[in-house]
């Protein structure tokens, strides 16, 4: 059955086609019919007007032909998704996406659908009952939400959000992690929405949960110790539903349904930095940029309005809004899609790591809120940034253990010198002889030690091993032991710190020689 929109065109067309054969310019056609002349041209050019006036609105959208196998593929993966998430997939994937109106995405959508048969399948919402308007920086709205994600290799996640709305603007904020929250993570959650506002709001709306609360009786509410404290601190008024009364909290309700049915439902799985970053975007792009079918208004432009009559937020030194990540396997963080080091052995130290950042740099810090790592922030995905003191990098330990044994000494930096000075006469077995002068530094007292330590700078001794047996013998000249040389290692002479070091196979068949006892009292004398 022809529409009224194709009757019309039908009958258009005909009367252009008089018109042109009485001779009538297109310009006077134009004015005639009331139709732009580019429309007119349009009509002439086509092979077969008719048959091209009744194929389905739908199946001429050729500003978007080009993404077909896009949305083909997206609909065979979630067939149950709208034409308006169509849309934001489209606009998330595709920066050149050509300006076209709802209707055209709705048309090309069920075009597609058409096409290819993909029969949408139905998906169950629940519908809650408007409350009283609110005025701005009223009221805010929390909800938590979970939802599994499927990864291009076909592997579950499961992800947790926090979600919160302003109920007069409907601005709204989404935090995604890999745990269930607790209450700690849902106050830094806070923060982070605090912060994304600039302000908090003079109340906000709960359901019972545990994440918050204890336990309720007849209006005595306990919270949590975490909660409790968190709300000395945060001067802001909270709402409690009752159970089962969703409809108290109605606006959050329909954000979570939101988030889950428009950025959540049918995306790939990546990780949850990628995710956390995806859903900014999403907010900016759609959540907070679209026009809200309730109000009729754009979140993001209300937000204007009312985030002057948000309280002030000054971050609380003791929730600072930290965001953790978990440490690989391989001492890699992941940020933004990339991989940045930390030191070897913080995956077995600090599996749980605080990042923090600016436009240029990463910053990654141990939960004691050490400083493990710091990155220049490169682009793309998918890179790894490695700092070569990350690496397993001899020379590198080797300049860490020299500078942990020169504190140890009353003069670290003649230490340091002399250390410096011993590794590099012993070159690749430079860390075994720092071992042997570091545990020489644990077994010989102070006094002994910096004796030894003198003895051996004078004389040009760069030896671990002689340093740990001229260590020995003032320890026994120290207690006056008659046997002081028995079983004593050779001490180097000024000659012996000369010879060239040994291959690896002699290295390790040598055996440790004895020395008479005058050689170690014509060196001290």
């Not at 002994?448 to 004078?458: G, K, S």
Request: a neutral charge; glycine letters at 4%; charged letters at 25%.
């Amino acid at each position: 059955m022809l529409k009224t929109a194709q009757l019309q065109k039908l009958m258009n067309y005909q009367k252009l086609l008089a018109l042109r054969e009485s001779g009538a310019s297109l310009s006077q056609i134009s004015r005639e019919l009331g139709i732009s002349r580019k429309t007119l041209y349009k009509w002439l050019s086509q092979p077969d007007f008719e048959h091209w006036v009744l194929v389905d609105a739908e199946q001429r959208c050729p500003k978007l032909s080009d993404y077909e196998h896009f949305v083909k593929t997206r609909l065979e993966r979630c067939s149950s998704a709208s034409s308006a998430q169509v849309r934001d997939w489209l606009h998330e994937h595709y920066d050149d996406l050509p300006e076209v109106c709802e209707k055209t995405f709705y048309n090309f959508t069920q075009y597609v659908r058409k096409k290819h048969n993909i029969i949408k399948k139905s998906r169950n919402f629940r519908d809650y009952q408007p409350i009283p308007a609110m005025m701005y920086g009223e009221q805010a709205q929390v909800d938590f939400g979970q939802d599994w994600l499927v990864d291009n290799d076909g592997q579950k996640h499961k992800v947790y959000f926090f979600a919160i709305v302003l109920s007069c603007s409907r601005y709204k904020y989404v935090y995604f992690q890999d745990t269930p929250f607790t209450s700690e993570t849902a106050i830094l959650a806070h923060e982070q929405a605090f912060a994304y506002y600039g302000g908090v709001p003079a109340q906000v709306v709960y359901d019972q949960d545990r994440v918050f609360v204890v336990s309720e009786n007849k209006g005595a509410i306990i919270y949590t110790q975490a909660f409790s404290s968190y709300l000395k601190s945060r001067k802001f008024k909270v709402y409690l539903c009752r159970k089962a009364d969703p409809e108290s909290k109605g606006k959050i309700e329909n954000v979570v349904g939101y988030v889950k049915g428009n950025f959540l439902h049918g995306r790939v799985f990546e990780n949850i930095s990628l995710l956390n970053t995806a859903a900014l975007a999403w907010l900016e792009r759609t959540g907070n940029g679209r026009v809200h079918n309730g109000t009729g208004l754009v979140p993001a432009e209300e937000f204007k309005k009312e985030q002057s009559h948000l309280q002030v937020f000054t971050p609380l030194p003791s929730f600072i809004p930290y965001t953790y990540r978990q440490v690989r396997k391989d001492n890699l963080v992941c940020f933004q899609g990339n991989f940045y080091s930390v030191p070897l052995g913080t995956y077995y130290e600090n599996p749980k790591v605080i990042i923090e950042s600016d436009k240029e740099w990463l910053y990654i810090y141990s939960e004691a809120h050490q400083e493990l790592a710091r990155h220049l922030i490169v682009t793309g995905k998918h890179q790894q940034v490695i700092a070569e003191s990350h690496l397993r990098n001899s020379q590198y330990l080797v300049l860490k253990l020299i500078e942990s044994l020169a504190e140890q000494f009353v003069e670290p930096e003649l230490a340091k010198t002399y250390l410096t000075q011993v590794a590099e006469k012993w070159n690749r077995y430079a860390k075994g002889q720092l071992n042997t002068i570091e545990k020489t530094l644990e077994k010989h007292p102070k006094d002994v030690i910096e004796r030894t330590f003198r003895f051996c700078r004078e004389q040009k001794v760069y030896s671990g091993t002689d340093f740990s047996q001229i260590a020995r013998y003032y320890e026994l000249e120290k207690i006056g032991n008659p046997n002081i040389g028995e079983g004593v290692e050779s001490a180097p002479t000024t000659a012996s710190a000369k010879v060239e070091h040994p291959s690896a196979d002699t290295w390790a068949a040598m055996e440790p020689q004895k020395t008479d006892i005058e050689l170690f009292e014509q060196l001290f004398n």
